[in-house]
């Protein structure tokens, strides 16, 4: 196997202006002099206004929760059960107001009228959140929960301040993809607890693609008897006993998303149902096939990408969407349905005579509007149920309903477009908020798309465009985050994905953009990680590890190392074998090192590792062998590098290999062949499960010379000369890998660059490297 996947004023207080980091404030004179030192306000997002002044309050296990109401004394018991659940002390709740309460107060009648507003006021004698809705008030007290939970001990010391909070949009969202692969609702309700955490407040539901469709339709069972399971591609379909397909399933009772939209909607989220249509839909079509715009039967799909598959747009068709929708509504109270219209590839529809006819009946003069024809109709079917329609950019691209709303996913032209029409928009776009695009170049990484989409774009991104216009803006609705599950097998990975990023999506969605910064934001960010680890949220640690590079001599038989982390972090390091501490060495320049060496190294911040430290074994050996997270991607060559997982066993841990689709080569950039006498690879293979619609002619394939293929090793790069060639087996070895080894011709020295691939078209396989070693004469 390979390696594994690691401003109202207060009176009586004068209040001194803090930066968001802010200075750890003076203590009152009626502090107890046993008391720990106020902590220094961490928060995420930022509030929109903070004040800090004289004295500071202990929360121990004596303090109070004050409520009076039905809804004040709720929130004040989410806070309790919240404070509880991350190690704090459990805190009773009562109607006592008086001196060194925690009161939770609803003020209906307050001016400013933005229901997730709220004010939060620490003094020596008591807390008080106000706010003149629940969900402000709510929000107030998720703040001080993060205030509470900051310390390392059950209690912990607030600074006398004064917070102003309202958010900067309405719409803060995250998208959850169960189709691809399935969370259970115990999972879901986790990620609303954390999005809750972070005054996030739209999960967007995706619940049906190709690969399964995960609703339960009353008056359409198949939709998830047929359409709910699948045969996963390779080994991983296979029972690892008897070798019968094994089918991978899941779908949500309509009594468990009840539950689910109820438990968000006490936490302040509403769920955005999607339904798919025209495309990504070939669960529905397997399930009713007369739905479908073609006569060949099709399955829930096994393979990830842009199927050509989609259902038609007859009326027995429309009105079958209608019934669904029908059962949807009842299930989400929120505005809003969200019905697809991305990826619709139109060859079925083009080669249709029924779709044709279609298309002159309903007078369409495209395909395009023919989709726009299914668009309006489902959106005037939602209206008459108070629903708003909102829909992937794509659905721009014929007339769309004034009120329907777009999700802006391929950039922001699209959201620009839609606004400028007078539409509204939610900015998501995928170079920026897409977060199964991996966030550091560590080889710990788990499966996604390798194009880096790292905390600083996610943070940077401003979902309002400086050149829309100032009378359009209102438009921008807010900011959503999207994460796809084609490489999210497991809910401990979708958790790596989603955090911390998610973090600084929320603070896009809430603090007021002159308030941010990136800086300040790393500056917090260990706080939250602390309440991250309180409870229990498995976030990424690839940003906090420290990575290394080296330049060796191996004459010399020496190295020159750089040690870094991906946010900057001071990196601590030794090199004796011992555990970095807060006392080790902290690295600046490029260190020279004599092999063998053994270097650890951790960023810290706050006096502690942010993440377990890294070792790097350096040895002669070592640095004459590269696996593929360390290789380059042949330049010119098909630029779709994934992440991809080997397809067994069918449990448990599998190998990870990054291997580039449309040209499988992989490039070693000035390596040093000087005494190299052969090249040994180490190769696996996994399935080619890629459904690429119009991108097809963009698969290049080097011709095979033998009947399976070739391995090929090349100098100068992958237009270079062939240095060596080595024929394919039919399939790899037991253990599911390969090692071949390639004689250089004699006379091959210096450094150029390497260049590994494989020749043929070898679907519905395909050949990835996992190692290469240089071997010495």
């Not at 996963?232 to 379909?237: I, L, N, R, V």
């Not at 942010?610 to 360390?630: K, M, N």
Request: net charge negative; with cysteine.
């Amino acid at each position: 196997m390979k390696r594994p996947i690691a401003h109202r004023a207060l009176a009586g207080l004068a209040f001194a202006l803090l930066a968001l980091t802010g200075c750890t404030p003076k203590a009152g004179d009626d502090t107890d002099a046993t008391t720990s030192a106020p902590i220094t306000p961490s928060l995420i997002p930022a509030p929109a206004a903070l004040q800090t002044g004289e004295g500071a309050f202990d929360i121990t296990a004596d303090t109070r929760l004050a409520a009076s109401g039905e809804a004040a004394t709720r929130v004040a018991q989410q806070f309790a059960t919240y404070l509880q659940s991350a190690g704090g002390p459990a805190l009773a709740t009562t109607q006592d107001t008086g001196k060194g309460a925690i009161r939770f107060v609803l003020e209906p009648d307050a001016t400013d009228k933005n229901p997730e507003a709220y004010a939060l006021d620490v003094t020596p004698d008591g807390v008080t959140v106000k706010a003149h809705d629940e969900r402000g008030l709510f929000y107030g007290a998720v703040t001080l929960w993060q205030l509470a939970t900051q310390g390392d001990k059950s209690g912990v010391t607030l600074p006398a301040l004064h917070i102003e909070d309202a958010p900067r949009f309405g719409w803060r969202g995250f998208m959850l993809d169960p189709a691809r692969h399935f969370q259970q609702v115990d999972d879901v309700k986790k990620i609303i607890d954390a999005m809750a955490l972070h005054k996030l407040n739209t999960l967007h539901w995706h619940l049906t693609d190709d690969q399964g469709w995960r609703i339960e339709i009353k008056q359409y069972p198949k939709l998830t008897d047929i359409g709910g399971c699948r045969i996963p591609a390779g080994d991983g379909g296979k029972d690892p006993t008897t070798g019968e397909p094994r089918p991978y399933c899941g779908f949500y009772t309509q009594d468990q998303i009840r539950d689910v939209v109820k438990y968000a909607a006490e936490r302040h989220i509403t769920v955005v149902p999607e339904i798919n249509v025209p495309g990504h839909a070939t669960a529905a079509i397997a399930a009713y096939p007369e739905l479908g715009s073609i006569d060949t039967p099709l399955v829930p799909s096994n393979e990830w990408g842009v199927f050509p598959n989609l259902v038609n747009v007859e009326e027995g068709t429309i009105t079958f969407f209608e019934n669904v929708l029908g059962e949807v509504v009842t299930l989400f109270p929120g505005t809003y349905v969200h019905i697809g219209g991305d990826e619709a590839v139109k060859d079925q529809w083009e080669a249709s005579a029924r779709e044709q006819a279609r298309m002159r009946e309903v007078g369409a003069k495209t395909e395009m509007d023919l989709q726009g024809y299914l668009v309006g109709r489902l959106e005037k079917y939602l209206a008459t149920h108070g629903k708003r329609l909102i829909g992937w950019d794509e659905i721009l691209e014929a007339k769309l309903p004034p009120e329907a709303t777009v999700m802006s996913w391929r950039g922001i032209e699209g959201g620009l477009q839609a606004a400028r029409q007078g539409h509204d928009v939610v900015m998501s776009p995928s170079s920026k908020t897409y977060l199964d695009y991996l966030q550091t170049a560590s080889p710990n990484e788990p499966p996604g798309r390798p194009a880096l989409i790292t905390l600083q774009d996610v943070y940077g991104f401003d979902p309002v465009p400086t050149e829309l216009e100032e009378s359009q803006r209102h438009h921008i609705l807010g900011i959503q985050a999207n994460l796809w599950t084609e490489h999210t097998r497991t809910f401990a990975r979708l958790q790596h994905n989603a955090f911390p990023r998610l973090a600084a999506v929320a603070e896009t969605g809430w603090t007021p953009a002159a308030k941010k910064d990136f800086a300040n934001f790393t500056a917090r960010l260990p706080a939250q990680l602390k309440r991250y680890d309180a409870i229990g949220l498995g976030y990424a640690k690839t940003p906090f590890e420290a990575m290394i590079a080296t330049e060796d001599d191996r004459k010399a038989g020496t190295a020159k190392i750089t040690l870094s982390n991906p946010l900057g972090y001071a990196v601590r390091y030794t090199t004796d074998g011992s555990e970095p501490k807060a006392t080790s060495p902290a690295f600046t320049t490029p260190l020279d090192v004599k092999l063998p060496a053994t270097v650890r190294a951790a960023a810290f911040a706050e006096g502690r590792a942010l993440a377990p430290a890294s070792t790097f074994e350096l040895t002669p050996a070592s640095l004459l062998s590269r696996t593929d997270e360390a290789m380059a991607v042949c330049p010119d060559a098909g630029r779709l590098l994934l992440r991809l997982e080997d397809d067994g066993p069918a449990d448990g841990e599998r190998a990870i290999f990054n291997a580039t689709i449309f040209y499988p080569c992989w490039q070693w950039n000035q390596a040093d062949l000087d005494g190299i006498a052969s090249i040994k690879v180490r190769a696996g293979r996994i399935p080619y499960y890629f459904q690429l619609a119009h991108d097809e002619p963009s698969r290049n394939f080097e011709p095979a010379k033998s009947p399976l293929g070739e391995l090929e090793i090349l100098g100068g790069g992958c237009t270079g000369r062939t240095l060596a060639t080595v024929a394919l087996p039919a399939a790899p070895d037991a253990d599911g890998f390969l090692d071949l080894e390639a004689p250089l011709p004699a006379g091959t020295t210096g450094r150029q660059d390497l260049c590994v691939r494989f020749t043929g078209d070898t679907r519905p396989q395909m050949w990835v490297l996992d190692r290469i070693t240089l071997q010495p004469q």
